[in-house]
Each structure stands twice: as structure tokens, then as C-alpha cells.
């Protein structure tokens, strides 16, 4: 299994996922453009793009044929629609609920089946989300991963955990209103980065340990609490504000 996608990678993943997933560009079945074309269109070096393909192979989304190229064999749906901010607080607050839901039987699942090459993959991202905090926070720097890719790349590192395509498809319909959450949340954070580093260092580790020693209900809870305290912290209340030192009026205007 692949252990790391490099940004230029994930970019083109997403792209071609995102490709594959519209009714209008490729149906079942359809070859993909040759490795060179694909390079050419998204300006990057073919062992990017293969890169890229591989993680399309991995997650079951294309299949290779020696000499033939490469096919679609099944196509993502995504369960929620495109966004990439939140809306509305409601929207926020079901998004963060089917989250707890979904990502706390994802790590139940990861820490029963993780392989050597998973729990490594795992600890590889979530080594990347805590020394590489506040490079590219916003995400302008083309080329290079932001702080919300780095974190959705951990989460997705445990979604491919649980060796099951569902999971892993029903996560990647989530990443652009994860990654809208997350840059509220850094931005809530700004004044106190010390306090968020703590928080992603102790909440994810403790997932990353549960997963690594195999205690299914471990990391369950520990997902589940991530989650949570990710809500608590956007929600515009006294008590968050209070812990964030910031009014509750900037609270509400920083979204």
C-alpha cells in the first residue's frame, strides 16, 4: 500500500476523482487518457500522475491493464453536495454529527485491520499534521499542502485503514466541508496556536495509539471525542469563547 502522496499527487488525485465522479466526463468503463496526456493537462511529471493512479487503484476506482491503460470499474457517488464553505450553522452542526457517526466506525475498523503498511501510513500522516503545523495555513501556495490537507490526509489514512471502499468513498465526499471546518478553526485558533497544536497533537495521537495497539472501542472514543471537540470549538457560545478568549461577536463574523 502507498505509503505518502505527495501534494502535486493528491492534487491530481482529487482532480481525476472529481473527473470521474461527474455523470458527464468518463461512464464505467471508459479508458482514461494515456499517463502522457494526463501529465500534459495537469502540467506535472507522469510519475506524478502515476502516483496518482495508483491511489485510484488502491482505493478501487480504476483498474489497470497491462498495455490497455487504464479503466474506470466503479464511480464514486458523493453523498453530500459540493461545498466549499458551510453555509449555515445547521448545515455545520449535521455535518459534524454524520462525521461522529461515520469517522468513529471507521477507526473502530482501522484499529481491527490495519496491516504493518497501514499503521505506518497512519503514523506518517499524523507526524505531517504536527510538524509541518502553520506551512501554507490557507491554502494559497499552489504546489504545496495546507494545513487542512495534511489533516484530511490523516483522516483518510484511517478511512483506508478499514479495507473497505465505502468508507474511504463516503470520507472523500466530505473533504471539501472537512477542509472548510478546519480553515474556521485555525482561523479561531490564530491567537493561541500553541493551544491548537496541543489540542491536534493529544487528540490525534490518541486515535493514532489505539489504532497502533489494536483497541478497537479505544479508538472509537477517541474519534468520537475529536470530532466533538472540533464542533465545540467553531460553535459561537459563551463557554467556547470563553476557552478561546476570543467575543462572541468575532466568533460569529469569522467564518
Known amino acids: 500500500m502507498k505509503q505518502n502522496v505527495p501534494s502535486l499527487g493528491t492534487y491530481v488525485y482529487n482532480e481525476l476523482l472529481k473527473k470521474i465522479s461527474s455523470p458527464a466526463a468518463f461512464p464505467a468503463g471508459a479508458r482514461l487518457p494515456s499517463e502522457e496526456r494526463l501529465a500534459q493537462e495537469f502540467k506535472v511529471s507522469r510519475p506524478i500522475v502515476r502516483e496518482a493512479l495508483s491511489q485510484l487503484r488502491e482505493d478501487g476506482i480504476i483498474q489497470s491493464r497491462r498495455g490497455a491503460g487504464s479503466f474506470i470499474v466503479r464511480k464514486p457517488q458523493p453523498l453530500l453536495p459540493d461545498s466549499e464553505?458551510?453555509?449555515?450553522?445547521?448545515?455545520?452542526?449535521?455535518?459534524?454529527?454524520?462525521?461522529?457517526?461515520?469517522?468513529?466506525?471507521?477507526?473502530?475498523?482501522?484499529?481491527?485491520?490495519?496491516?504493518?503498511?497501514?499503521?505506518?501510513?497512519?503514523?506518517?500522516?499524523?507526524?505531517?499534521?504536527?510538524?509541518?503545523?502553520?506551512?501554507n495555513t490557507d491554502g494559497t501556495v499552489p504546489g504545496t499542502d495546507s494545513d487542512m490537507d495534511r489533516d484530511t490526509a490523516f483522516h483518510m489514512a484511517v478511512a483506508r485503514a478499514?479495507?473497505?471502499?465505502?468508507?474511504?468513498?463516503?470520507?472523500?465526499?466530505?473533504?471539501?466541508?472537512?477542509?472548510?471546518?478546519?480553515l474556521m478553526i485555525v482561523k479561531i485558533f490564530s491567537g493561541n496556536p500553541a493551544r491548537h497544536i496541543q489540542i491536534l497533537t493529544d487528540e490525534h495521537s490518541w486515535i493514532v495509539n489505539a489504532i497502533l495497539y489494536g483497541n478497537p472501542e479505544q479508538a472509537k472514543a477517541a474519534m468520537m471525542l475529536h470530532i466533538q471537540n472540533a464542533r465545540d470549538s467553531i460553535l459561537p457560545t459563551e463557554l467556547t469563547n470563553k476557552m478561546q478568549g476570543l467575543p462572541l461577536e468575532s466568533r460569529l463574523t469569522r467564518r
Open 162 to 182: 478499514t479495507h473497505n471502499h465505502y468508507y474511504v468513498e463516503a470520507l472523500q465526499a466530505l473533504l471539501d466541508q472537512m477542509k472548510a471546518t478546519m
Open 85 to 135: 464553505t458551510v453555509d449555515n450553522w445547521n448545515d455545520l452542526l449535521q455535518g459534524y454529527e454524520y462525521r461522529s457517526v461515520l469517522e468513529s466506525n471507521i477507526a473502530y475498523l482501522a484499529a481491527l485491520r490495519a496491516t504493518t503498511e497501514d499503521k505506518e501510513s497512519i503514523r506518517r500522516a499524523y507526524l505531517r499534521v504536527i510538524n509541518e503545523y502553520h506551512s
